[in-house]
Nanobody
Framework: QVQLVESGGGLVQPGGSLRLSCAAS????????MGWYRQAPGKQRELVAS???????NYADSVKGRFTISRDNPKNTVFLQMNRLKPEDTAVYYC??????????????WGQGTQVTVSS
């Protein structure tokens, strides 16, 4: 019912930029937070950035000052602007939605993931 569709990944040289988009569709009902996670081969999945319903943001230390998360509320879309990319940023990036349904049950929805490769 609730679907997250990611786009914007690709291959970029070190120091370059990419802008990821995640469009949510369906009955979100109560939005709590949206975030971007990433997982590189052989590594744990980690939170990259998140944004709450009140607009508060949180970033992993490794991306502070380089990445910016934002949200277009009317379009239920979250963005991740990634600047000064490093090879260490190479990973599959997943969009996540934290929400409540009409019975106040909590759900976490995930996108299919988009590959970001930073290489010369």
């Amino acid at each position: 019912q609730v679907q997250l569709v990611e786009s914007g990944g690709g291959l970029v040289q070190p120091g370059g930029s990419l802008r990821l988009s995640c469009a949510a569709s369906g009955n979100i009902f109560r939005f709590k937070a949206m975030g971007w996670y990433r997982q590189a081969p052989g590594k744990q999945r980690e939170l990259v950035a998140s944004i709450t319903v009140d607009g508060s943001t949180n970033y992993a230390d490794s991306v502070k000052g380089r990445f910016t998360i934002s949200r277009d509320n009317p379009k239920n879309t979250v963005f991740l602007q990634m600047n000064r990319l490093k090879p260490e940023d190479t990973a599959v990036y997943y969009c996540n939605l934290d929400r409540r349904d009409y019975t106040n049950r909590n759900y976490r929805d995930w996108g299919q993931g988009t590959q970001v490769t930073v290489s010369s």
